[in-house]
C-alpha cells in the first residue's frame, strides 16, 4: 500500500498535531479554572458560583416570602417575571401569597432592581418558575440529577433549591456544594 507521507513527513505532522493537543489542553485548563473562579454567575455580579443581590433584601422580604419556602435570590428571574409575579401574588402556585399594597410594592421594586440580567437568565420561563429556566433544566437533567430524587420525601420540589444546595439562600449554588439527600 502506498503512503500518500513519506516517513519524516509523518513524524512531522506528528508532532505538530502533539503540540496542538498541548496548547488545546492548556487552554482548556485556563478556561476551566477561569470558570471555577466566576462560577455560574460569575459573569453577572457574585463570584465563585454564587448570585448576589447589588442591595441589601427589605425585611419585608423574608418576613413574606419565606414563609412558605426559601427567600429565592432575587437575580434568578429576569426583571419581567418578577413584576408578573408579584402582579399575581392572589393566585400563587395554588395558594393565596397576597401582600398589603405597600409591601409588594417595595419587594416587588428590590426584586426588579437585583433581577437577573446576564444572558443565561434572559428568557422569561414558564409560570415564573426558576425551576422552568432553560438553564435550571439543562444543569439538571436526569444525567446530573436522577429523576426519581425530585420526589423523595427530603427533595419534594425543584423549586426546593436548599435540599441540595446548602447556600442557596445566600445564593450560592457552586457545584462543589451540592449534595442529594437520601
Ligand atoms: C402562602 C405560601 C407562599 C407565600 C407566602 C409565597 N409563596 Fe412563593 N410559592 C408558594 C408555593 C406553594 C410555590 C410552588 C412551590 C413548588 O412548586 O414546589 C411557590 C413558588 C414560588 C416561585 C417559583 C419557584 C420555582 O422556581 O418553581 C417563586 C419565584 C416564588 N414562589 C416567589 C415568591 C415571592 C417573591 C413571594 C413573596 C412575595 C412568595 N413566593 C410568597 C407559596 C408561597
Ligand atoms: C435534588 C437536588 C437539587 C435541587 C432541589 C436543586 N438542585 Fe441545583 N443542582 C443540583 C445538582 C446535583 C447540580 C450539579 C449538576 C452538575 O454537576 O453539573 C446542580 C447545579 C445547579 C446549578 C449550576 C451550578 C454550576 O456551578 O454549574 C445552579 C445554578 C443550580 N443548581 C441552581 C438551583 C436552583 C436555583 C434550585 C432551586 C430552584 C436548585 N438548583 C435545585 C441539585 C439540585
Not at 502533539?18 to 479554572?33: D, Q, W
Not at 466566576?38 to 453577572?44: A, H, P, Q, Y
Not at 437585583?114 to 439543562?138: H, M
Request: net charge positive; charged share 20%.
Amino acid at each position: 500500500m502506498n503512503s500518500l507521507f513519506t516517513p519524516p513527513i509523518r513524524l512531522l505532522l506528528g508532532r505538530i498535531a502533539a503540540g496542538l493537543l498541548i496548547v488545546l489542553t492548556a487552554t482548556t485548563a485556563v478556561r476551566a479554572e477561569e470558570n471555577e473562579k466566576k462560577g455560574f454567575f460569575g459573569f453577572f455580579k457574585g463570584e465563585g458560583g454564587k448570585t448576589v443581590a447589588q442591595t441589601p433584601a427589605p425585611p419585608k422580604y423574608k418576613q413574606e416570602c419565606a414563609s412558605c419556602h426559601m427567600a429565592y435570590p432575587p437575580g434568578l428571574l429576569p426583571a419581567a417575571s418578577w413584576q408578573h409575579l408579584m402582579a399575581n401574588l392572589g393566585k400563587h402556585y395554588g395558594t393565596d401569597a397576597s401582600l398589603a399594597a405597600e409591601d409588594a410594592t417595595q419587594i416587588g421594586n428590590w426584586l426588579s432592581a437585583n433581577a437577573g440580567t446576564y444572558k443565561r437568565v434572559s428568557g422569561t420561563p414558564s409560570e415564573d418558575r426558576i425551576s422552568q429556566s432553560d438553564w435550571f433544566l439543562r444543569k439538571h437533567r436526569a444525567g446530573e440529577v436522577p429523576a426519581n430524587v425530585w420526589t423523595r420525601a427530603s427533595v419534594r420540589s425543584p423549586a426546593n433549591c436548599s435540599a441540595c444546595h446548602s447556600g442557596a439562600e445566600q445564593g450560592n449554588f457552586n457545584e462543589r456544594q451540592v449534595k442529594i439527600p437520601g
